[in-house]
């Protein structure tokens, strides 16, 4: 049986820390199955990866036949699988089963715990979300962490709201509520804002996530482009022209490359200025990503080659 690798660098040479899940998605058709590496985590992990970021993934697999397909996955883009992450007697695994209408239903084969492990040493910047912050008993274990860290690193959060994975709505906003002090980037998307706070507007959204302790929260919204907003100052980041192929990772490929904006510039990446470069340039790593199936975020160069071509008019993207 395939056993992970711990990878090939140490903990002090990386400079983000990815705590989450990682999954198989399988889809059922018709005309036969097929699974790929998912689960939100571990797709920003992937996509840090491609645009050269040292990233390490801290997460529950299994030492089995899907486990041995995330760690190949992630270390086709150089993550870091680190230590403790193959804990679980089986990997999670999400399953929609379409029918011939095209109609999906979905089952999730969920566990989700962490040892009583923490990274050898903090990284620049900490990176969390997803099913890993809300179910038990592992949510417990990533809290723990983000105690640990917060003070020392950056701290970056996307809630990526499964509302089928979670207990009720009072409790979920109580969870996620209870992490903003902990953390300095947040980003949901408008669904996941409208779920958490129905019936008001994103703007009025922003003003409370900032005043729960965020210094920046982002919402994305669809092909209205995203809404950056720090306690100083707010701005709308337009979305980028492309012809979509699906959507799937294009909210975690924005995700990375936020995070890969503000490691590159460290505290100036607050200043409205960098911000919106940085919002820019996540919004056009969405749009690579849905301009092809699958959670297939960009490489560095190819961010950069496109960067440097002449502005596209606004599209759909996240």
């Not at 996509?47 to 036949?65: F, H, K, S």
Request: with cysteine.
């Amino acid at each position: 049986m395939h056993k992970p690798q711990t990878g090939g660098y140490a903990h002090d040479l990386l400079d983000v820390i990815v705590i989450g899940e990682a999954l198989i998605d399988i889809v059922n058709a018709p005309d036969g199955s097929i699974g790929y590496p998912g689960g939100s985590p571990a797709n920003v992990a992937y996509g840090l990866g491609r645009l050269g970021v040292r990233t390490g993934l801290l997460t529950a697999i299994g030492n089995d036949e899907h486990g041995a397909a995330i760690t190949d996955h992630l270390h086709s883009a150089e993550v870091r699988l680190l230590p403790g992450s193959t804990s679980l007697e089986r990997t999670a695994t999400a399953t929609a089963t379409l029918a011939a209408d095209g109609s999906a239903s979905y089952d999730f084969d969920i566990t989700w715990e962490l040892g009583q492990i923490a990274p050898a040493v903090i990284p620049k910047i900490l990176h969390t979300g997803s099913i890993a912050t809300f179910l038990a008993p592992g949510a417990a274990a990533v809290r723990s962490l983000l105690e640990h860290s917060h003070r020392s690193c950056l701290v970056t959060y996307d809630p990526n709201i499964r509302p089928a994975l979670l207990g009720s709505h009072a409790e979920a906003k109580t969870i996620f509520e209870d992490l903003l002090p902990l953390t300095d980037v947040l980003k949901l998307s408008d669904e996941d804002a409208r779920w958490l706070y129905p019936g008001q507007d994103l703007e009025d959204t922003a003003t409370h996530l900032l005043g729960l302790g965020a210094r920046l929260a982002v919402i994305t919204q669809g092909s209205q482009g995203s809404l950056l907003a720090t306690p100083g100052a707010r701005f709308s980041i337009p979305s980028v022209k492309t012809a979509v192929a699906d959507t799937i990772g294009a909210g975690d490929a924005y995700m990375a490359a936020l995070i890969f904006g503000l490691l590159s510039r460290n505290e100036e990446g607050f200043t409205p200025a960098a911000l919106e470069t940085i919002g820019q340039t996540a919004s056009l790593a969405a749009a690579i990503t849905v301009s092809r199936p699958g959670a297939n975020p960009p490489t560095s160069a190819e961010l950069q080659t496109r960067l440097l071509e002449p502005q596209q008019q606004p599209y759909a993207t996240v």
